[in-house]
């Protein structure tokens, strides 16, 4: 089962700049193969269900030994089953709409 | 790793009664022995960080094999090391502070 | 236009302990006269769009104001045109599929 | 207050194809002079707090008229008070920790 999917992880009890963390992140999906998109509100990723949730869960595990006692992260999780989809399905097909 | 976590499923293409499969993934969370909360918003959940996201996969699968081509999930994960945490302590935390 | 809301605000910069500025939106939404449900994920709202949204701008601004330097809040918005919706409706209508 | 957002607009009950409705949306908040920035999961937007939840009512309202019986939106907020932020701040200094 393929997964387009977003997270957005913020760590509580680290003061209020999160770029290490966040770039930690974007180490363990790049590393664990997965196309990988950054934007303003979150990371945009692509690949099999269980590779992008075992990321995820290593994610997490980084950043509380980065030094987070606490971590709450927004997951976006999309599945299809009428055709395949991928990172910059959406994006073309909306921009086709718009002048 | 614990998580004290949250689903909010929307199967797309489904038409506009979603409880169905609602139910569908309350019975998925349920059947993992996870404890489960329903609320107007989405489903607690709180478990071990596996036993919580291989109920989300199977949930998603399910929904699929109910006729829904298309689904967006979008998930809370929370995860501290500082401290044990239940689904009803923030609950009860905040509680004390109001009147 | 009614809408059946969730809020999960995320004081960032003040430490690892949250329930003060969720206890302080609690506070500001039962102000507003909206009605109110909290749980272990967030706090579910009912009401009109506009008195809905102001208040979540109040929250905002009162947890700010309690000294917290940055604030992240994620909030679901369902709206309906086909028919009236409340808190309780959704969970009402699973509950009944449960055995 | 200024504020960086996203939204990700799900409108519930037509069908499983929803790029038109996202289209309507993105011109919305264009229309409104907002800085808009279309991705995978969603639509980051950056402008002062009303201006930008204006346009989310807007956007609700539009999607509506265009035939959805029901809309669920996700929407996030980050706003703060310890220094100005705009849509690109964040990515540029993860960047800046990645190789």
Redesign the interface.
């Known amino acids: ?1 393929r997964v ?3 997270i ?1 992880l ?1 760590p ?2 680290v ?2 700049h ?3 963390y ?2 930690e992140c ?2 363990v999906f790049q590393d664990a193969g997965l196309q990988v ?6 990371t ?1 990723i ?1 690949g099999e ?2 590779d992008v ?1 075992q990321a ?2 290593r994610c ?2 980084r950043v ?1 030994e980065l030094g987070a ?14 055709r395949e989809q991928g ?5 073309q ?6 002048p």
Chains 1, 2, 3, 4 share one sequence.
């Open positions: 089962m387009v999917a977003e957005s913020i509580v009890g003061g209020v999160l770029s290490e966040i770039a974007h180490r998109e950054l934007h303003a509100n979150g945009n692509e269900w269980d949730l995820m869960k997490h595990e509380h006692p606490r971590i709450v992260s927004n997951i976006k999780l999309g599945t299809r089953t009428d990172l910059g399905d959406t994006v097909r909306v921009r086709q709409r718009l």
